[in-house]
């Protein structure tokens, strides 16, 4: 950085060599203090400027779109080497084995590369958003159960960060989050009917002797009611038949209820609030269409790009009714110049025959 010099003569330097200066009513000591707070304060805004640029290069760096294609991909094999883990040519095998669990300590180290770039770039506010939060819970929790046999086998779970990757995923699980208020209320509704049920089959057929206790207390009452929800009835129905003729009865009542009215309730909310979603965000089919919300908002090349065309078909939008405003102002004066014609042949007087 170029420093600005004045020039002074010989005589003058003399001068302030001789006489104790006072510059700009400070003494030559308090001068020098000053010089230090200013080089102090050039210094830490360089250090806060490094920082900065420090952090864009990693936001960009892993909110790039390609990176966050690669990141999916690591995601993915990392899934499928933890289902293939599970066969007998894998765990019989140590070497095998091993090797997978080696490349799964690959996989994770990358992810948690991400993660601290993610951090970095973001800074307390990763904490803020829910996807973001969501990726640091799995990380931290895979380092800490790393080390136990039986939490290990929640590793899988890391799978669950490719919703978080794929903009069409994440607008279903937003949809399922809107309409838990409405859900709620269907599964009051559900809740009632199971407990009204259970009593009623814990006292119908409570003391029956059947193949296994499906009746004899409210819980397993319940229990046996939640299998039969999934239409697996006939059997213990059958049983029951056995005993007393007119048994069916109940136990198509619960079917009809649960099965093809509560579910069928639920099902519609799902859908009208994927179609709500779907209308409102127009989402695209491609599921690579946006990868990270903050990339999104990071790429302003392309929502400047977008800005532009909206623009542009705007312009087009007012030049096409310019054009149609003026054919039609046209066509109103040509009518206007006929009905006067018209008027005045009206007017003037025809000759009458002799």
């Not at 170029?2 to 020039?7: G, M, Q």
């Not at 400070?26 to 806060?48: F, H, I, M, W, Y």
């Not at 819970?137 to 669950?160: D, M, N, T």
């Not at 207390?217 to 999934?230: A, E, G, I, Q």
Request: charged share 20%; hydrophobic share 50%; with cysteine.
């Amino acid at each position: 950085m170029a420093i600005y010099r004045p020039s002074v003569d010989g005589e003058a330097i003399q001068e302030i060599r001789d006489k104790p200066s006072i510059i700009n009513g400070l003494p030559q000591s308090g001068r020098g203090d000053a010089n230090v707070g200013d080089t102090d304060s050039k210094a830490s805004s360089e250090l806060v400027q490094q920082i900065q640029r420090f952090r864009q290069i990693c936001g960009d760096i892993v909110n790039h779109p390609r990176v966050q294609i690669f990141i999916i991909g690591l995601i993915i094999i990392n899934a499928i080497m933890m289902g293939v883990a599970t066969f007998d040519f894998v765990t019989e095998n140590p070497a095998v084995d091993s090797a997978f669990e080696k490349t799964d300590l690959v996989f994770l180290i990358i992810f948690t590369v991400e993660l601290v770039m993610q951090l970095i770039y973001h800074g307390f506010a990763l904490f803020l958003d829910g996807w973001l939060f969501f990726d640091f819970v799995i990380v931290v929790l895979s380092w800490s159960f790393a080390g136990l046999q039986i939490i290990r086998a929640f590793r899988i779970f890391r799978a669950l960060r490719i919703i978080t990757r794929i903009e069409t995923m994440r607008n279903l699980v937003a949809a399922l989050f809107n309409i838990m208020p409405r859900l709620g209320a269907i599964t009051a509704l559900l809740l009632l009917i199971f407990y009204i049920f259970g009593v009623l089959f814990t006292q119908l057929f409570g003391e029956l002797e059947l193949s296994g206790d499906y009746f004899t207390r409210l819980d397993y009452s319940l229990f046996t009611l939640f299998v039969m929800m999934t239409m697996e009835w006939a059997d213990v129905a059958r049983e029951c038949m056995a005993e007393i003729w007119w048994a069916w009865a109940p136990f198509v009542a619960f079917i009809m209820i649960t099965g093809f009215i509560v579910f069928n309730l639920i099902i519609a909310v799902v859908c009208d609030a994927v179609a709500v979603i779907e209308n409102k965000d127009d989402l695209e089919p491609d599921l690579f269409s946006g990868m990270m919300s903050g990339s999104e908002k990071d790429s302003d090349v392309g929502a400047s790009e977008v800005v532009i065309e909206k623009e542009t078909d705007e312009k087009d939008i007012v030049d096409n009714l310019a054009e149609r405003v003026t054919y039609v102002l046209a066509s109103q004066r040509e009518l206007l110049a006929t009905l006067e014609i018209l008027a005045k042949d009206s007017l003037v007087p025809t000759p009458q025959s002799k």
